[in-house]
């Protein structure tokens, strides 16, 4: 019962913070449309340890900052590669090994992989993501596993 109380009020929040309207009206409509999809996702039970990772939650938000300043840095990167002639580009696909043991933390792997300018996931299976790099920096880069680590500690393992 509290990941569905945990999402309705993430939900709301988002509603909240992204409508922008606060009349007594539009509020109360927030309120019930999210509880509205709250009950439905505890229906359907999605509403579950997966569907609603309160576990990972605080966690993530540790990771946030990490992950904005590599997000960050590879811009910067890709920015003086396309601005610069001088610097080599030389796009190459690769294998690296995930090291998260559930859905969710190769998910969150992956998707890190792919927000960082120059590396996409292309595929994931089983312990292993492809990826498409730009440069031979940019996969060096993912190849350390220090994202990989990261990720790993936001999953709950050490």
């Known amino acids: 019962m509290k990941r569905v109380v945990a999402l309705f ?52 938000l540790a990771y946030l900052p990490y992950l904005l300043l590599e997000i960050v840095k590879a811009n910067i990167d890709v920015t003086r590669r396309i601005l610069s002639p001088r610097l080599p580009i030389g796009p190459r696909i690769f294998r690296t090994r995930a090291l998260q043991k559930s859905d969710l933390g190769r998910t ?21 993501i492809t990826v498409h790099a730009l440069a031979r920096e940019a996969e060096e880069g993912v190849l350390t596993d220090e994202m990989n680590r990261r990720v790993t500690r936001v999953e709950g393992r050490r």
């Open 9 to 60: 009020v993430l939900l709301f929040a988002v509603w909240l913070v992204w409508s922008g309207h606060y009349s007594p009206f539009l509020i109360a409509m927030g309120v019930l449309s999210s509880l509205l999809v709250a009950v439905i996702a505890h229906r359907m039970g999605v509403a579950d340890e997966e569907g609603v990772p309160l576990e990972i939650s605080l966690r993530a």
């Open 108 to 128: 969150i792997y992956a998707n890190s992989i792919t927000l960082t300018p120059g590396t996409v996931s292309i595929g994931v299976e089983e312990d292993e």
